[in-house]
């Protein structure tokens, strides 16, 4: 597009001029510069050699007192070393305070820096030397008195170190409260405690090395501690030489004082001394202290932590008079220091001052001469300038209809008429936009109501929402805490038999199924808010499955079908992973094939497919870990997917094939399976054909545990019969008593005294029967469980009473709230009983009694072994009953492998083991061992 031609008016003045002439004048000014800029440069050199001096004498300094600092603090770690190489070669005995008193009060002495050396145990026992100002030493001790509290001794020694006489007591040590206590607890490595005043004998900042101590076992015995009196360092700082009026101070980045060049104290106290606190720089009664602390603090934005390194050298401005300024870090073991030294510019600058004096004044007068000229030529120039500027802002306030005049300078009259047209074009152009914005306003008004009246439909569906998941889970949950409990009660009844035990486990681990299915729905909404997490722990995974099949074996014979497992030989014995999860989606995946597959048969595979040696350990067992592949197959013959619903199967409430009538089911489940599988780190590969089957396949990569840890898994699952010592008492509150009947089946046998309320009101009279621990709903009518928890709370007779919180709500802020409320824990209902039985070994620190295994003898004739079967040599069939009575089914498959090398003719016994190993019948197994043990005794 070609602009338009620009009509320049002639000027009435005459000629115009162009603007190259007029800035002719302004190189006059170049002589001028050069004169300015050599004084300034005159200065500057001066100025320069005088900071570079200033910097080397600053560096050198900090440079001794940085030395100083770090052979003071390094002093106090090495005393905490040296005991520590002591306790753990044996050479000093933790448990003998006596033994360490005298050492402790010899150390003292060869240490003259520190103030006080001591150990404390996990159990809140110290002991420890003390040096006193007066040049004596003290012994102090705090240990339990008969009463059960803490209490703290102070003795004065004599020249042998023996104790003389009882300096002072505290009955009730507050050792929690010790600054020394609170850091040692978490400490995990030699560290310094906050900075703090020492009050007794003498007030002074100290600090305390702290080093945590462990036997030659690798088990933590206590905690080592050296006490260090920081304000001696002023000492150091007031034998500096920097110059007669500088300053030299140390500061925490709190900006407290830790000790000065001056005589002043890094405290205050009152007149009366009764009150003490630690002194700040800004509130120093030195000026150059105080007026140094205001300009860091105005510098770094009142935050003296952003100084992370040696600042160079900075000059500011006391009352009008420049100083010099250097900052430099220092940091150990979780101390962070400043030093700060500070020296007026005057001690340097009063030569070179009087030079700066005559460059100022020759300088000055070149610059009255530069600026006349300058003047002169400017308002010339700048005129046009100022009425474009006036022009242009009237623009920008709204008002269009503006005009600039042409001036006598050619290149401001071609600019003059550009911008008179721009006026013009920018006049129409705002024209167009207001009729724009107007129409924009008019829809956008529009847009904001619909959107404002969606948000209100979306916020009372996720209300209905909410509360229906939340009403759905409180009421299914109750029933079934009552069907598991009691099948968890039958089950540990030494009067029920095997078989009726085989029979509860299957209602108890579908009962768990259904509770699944219920979870499934709250696990949507984690899903929705992010908030779905990995629980890992360690579990037996031969048993783990077995409990897995049973349940979908049940189903498949429910429809008639054929159920096949597939265990591969090397499967391990115990793996580390979240087994709720793994179980919940194992059984969602095996479910759906078996709900799709109306004939034929649903084969479950599992099988190891690689092993990488992992870099971690087992802290229990400081044993290699191997991360293993493990690959989950569930193969069905059922109706298939096509590849147009495949994309879809892993939506929320998509249900595949819904043309069958067989849409039993939340919808939910291969969805919540496909969000298992990506926080494992893998996904779900499917194929399928319509008609045909599916392949549901999962790769995932699992800790492997040793094979000891196996053991233990597989052999620790004892059953709890009693309690050692003492017969607790426990009360239970809640309006349900199929509940109540629940807690107290499950826990009477065992030894406990049950006292059982129906409400909260009725909770807090029995409560003042002094109960070890209350159980307690949280729904329930009169006074519900929130209110009950607070006013025990409240209450001083019965404060510290444990309790723990069940309840068939599970959503987190339920739990917040009872937290909140006082509770000790929270358990959610259906209540398990392992779960709840570890909760009352937690917080009552009991110790149980267990069932001892019993061996069961038959009286009758032992069966005979089948003739078709020849048994392998004695020794063989010792090993194999070992194995058996341990469980160690994976060490049976292994050693059958060897007993069929050994001879073809045992290759049918290696199969029969074999069988009874991969069915996991542990019964028929001992069985059918040890009917051949019999016929070689």
Not at 202 to 212: G, N, Q
Not at 312 to 320: K, R, S, T
Not at 358 to 371: E, N, P, V
Not at 787 to 806: D, H
Request: hydrophobic fraction near 40%; proline fraction near 4%.
């Amino acid at each position: 597009m070609t602009p338009p031609a620009l009509d320049r008016p002639r000027s009435k003045k005459g000629r115009l001029f162009p603007l190259r002439l007029i800035l002719v004048g302004p190189f006059l000014l170049q002589i001028s510069a050069a004169v300015v800029l050599t004084g300034w440069l005159s200065f500057r050199n001066g100025q320069q050699a005088v900071n570079d001096l200033a910097a080397q004498l600053y560096g050198e300094i900090t440079a001794r007192i940085q030395q100083h600092l770090n052979t003071y603090l390094e002093t106090p770690h090495l005393i905490n070393q040296l005991n520590a190489d002591a306790i753990r070669l044996g050479q000093l005995n933790p448990q003998d305070f006596r033994s360490m008193e005298s050492y402790f009060w010899q150390q003292i002495q060869r240490f003259p820096t520190v103030n006080y050396i001591y150990f404390w145990n996990i159990q809140g026992e110290s002991i420890g030397a003390e040096r006193r100002s007066d040049g004596t030493f003290n012994i102090g001790v705090s240990e339990y008195s008969k009463n059960g509290n803490l209490t703290f001794y102070d003795y004065t020694t004599n020249s042998q170190g023996d104790r003389t006489k009882l300096l002072s007591l505290n009955p009730d040590y507050k050792i929690k409260e010790q600054a020394f206590y609170q850091v040692g607890m978490v400490a995990e490595k030699p560290t310094w405690t906050p900075l703090y005043l020492w009050s007794a004998p003498r007030p002074e900042v100290s600090t305390d090395a702290i080093l945590p101590v462990y036997n030659k076992a690798g088990k933590s015995v206590g905690y080592l501690g050296v006490s260090l009196v920081v304000s001696e360092i002023s000492k150091l700082l007031r034998s500096l030489k920097i110059s007669h009026s500088a300053v030299a101070f140390i500061v925490e980045q709190s900006g407290e004082i830790v000790a000065s060049s001056t005589q002043e104290k890094a405290f205050i106290q009152s007149a009366d001394g009764s009150a003490i606190k630690r002194l700040t720089a800004a509130e120093s009664n030195n000026p150059l202290i105080r007026a140094t602390m205001q300009h860091l603090l105005a510098k770094k934005i009142s935050n003296l932590t952003q100084i992370k390194k040696a600042s160079q050298l900075d000059i500011f401005e006391i009352n009008g008079n420049r100083h010099f300024l250097q900052v430099t870090p220092i940091s150990d073991r979780g101390l962070d220091f400043l030093i700060v030294i500070v020296v007026p510019e005057s001690d340097f600058m009063e030569r070179i001052n009087a030079n700066t004096r005559t460059t100022t004044l020759l300088c000055l007068l070149a610059l009255a001469i530069a600026s006349s000229i300058g003047i002169f030529t400017s308002r010339w120039i700048i005129r046009p300038i100022i009425q474009l500027s006036d022009a242009s802002k009237q623009i920008a306030s709204g008002e269009l209809n503006q005009q600039i005049e042409v001036v006598n300078i050619a290149e401001f009259d071609t600019l003059a008429n550009s911008f008179n047209l721009m006026v013009k074009q920018l006049q129409e152009s705002f024209t167009a936009l207001e009729t724009a914005n107007s129409d924009l306003e008019t829809r956008v008004e529009q847009r904001t109501v619909e959107l404002k009246e969606a948000k209100i439909a979306a916020d009372v569906a996720n209300h209905a929402k909410s509360e229906f998941i939340a009403n759905m889970s409180h009421e299914l949950r109750t029933p079934l805490n009552g069907i598991l409990g009691y099948a968890q009660i039958l089950q540990r009844s030494n009067s029920t038999d095997d078989k009726v035990k085989d029979s509860l486990r299957i209602i108890y681990q579908c009962g768990s199924h259904l509770l699944t299915l219920i979870n499934d729905i709250l696990d949507i909404s984690k899903i929705e808010a992010q908030k779905m997490e990995l629980q890992t722990t360690d579990f037996d995974f031969p048993y783990f499955l077995s409990g897995v099949i049973e349940i979908c074996r049940i189903r498949a014979e429910q429809k008639g079908i054929a159920f096949i497992y597939k265990p591969a030989i090397a499967l391990p014995l115990a793996i580390r992973a979240d087994e709720k999860r793994l179980r919940q989606l194992l059984i969602n995946l095996i479910s759906n094939a078996i709900k799709f597959t109306d004939s034929g048969s649903v084969t479950f595979q599992v099988e190891v497919i690689e092993n990488n040696e992992d870099q971690g350990e087992n802290h229990r067992l400081s044993t290699p870990m191997t991360m293993t592949k493990i690959r989950f197959q569930i193969e069905d013959t059922g109706m298939g997917i096509s590849s147009d619903q495949l994309e879809k199967i892993f939506l929320p409430f998509e249900q595949v094939n819904k043309t069958s009538g067989n849409t039993e089911g939340s919808g939910l489940g291969l969805a919540i399976s496909q969000k298992i599988v990506q926080m494992m780190g893998s996904t779900i590969n499917v194929k399928s054909q319509a008609g045909l089957g599916s392949i549901f396949m999962v790769d995932l990569d699992l800790l492997k545990l040793p094979e000891l840890a196996a053991f233990f898994s597989i052999t620790n699952r004892r059953n709890i019969i009693g309690i050692i010592g003492r017969q607790p008492t426990i009360l239970i509150v809640d309006d349900k008593w199929e509940n109540r009947s629940v807690l107290s089946n499950l826990l009477s046998p065992i030894g406990f005294k049950i006292i059982e309320a129906k409400n909260g009101q009725e909770g807090l009279e029995k409560a003042k029967s002094q109960p070890d621990l209350i159980i307690t709903d949280l729904v329930m009518p009169v006074l519900d469980g929130f209110e009950m928890i607070r006013r025990i709370r409240a209450n001083n007779e019965f404060k510290n009473v444990v309790i723990i919180v069940t309840s068939a709500s599970v959503f987190e802020a339920d739990k917040c709230q009872s937290l909140q409320a006082g509770c000790d824990d929270f358990m959610p209902k259906p209540v398990q009983v392992e779960i709840l039985l570890e909760k009352l070994e937690k917080h009552l620190q009991i110790e149980w009694t267990y069932e001892e295994e019993k061996t069961v003898v038959n009286s009758l004739p032992s069966p005979s072994p089948s003739p078709s079967l020849v048994a392998p040599p004695e020794p063989e069939i010792e090993a194999l009953y070992d194995l058996a009575m341990k469980g160690h089914l994976q060490g049976i498959i292994k050693r059958s492998a060897s007993i069929e090398q050994m001879d073809k003719k045992f290759a049918p016994f290696a199969n029969k083991l074999r069988e009874l190993s991969k069915g996991f019948q542990e019964k028929a197994l001992k069985e059918f061992i040890n009917q051949y043990r019999i016929s070689k005794s």
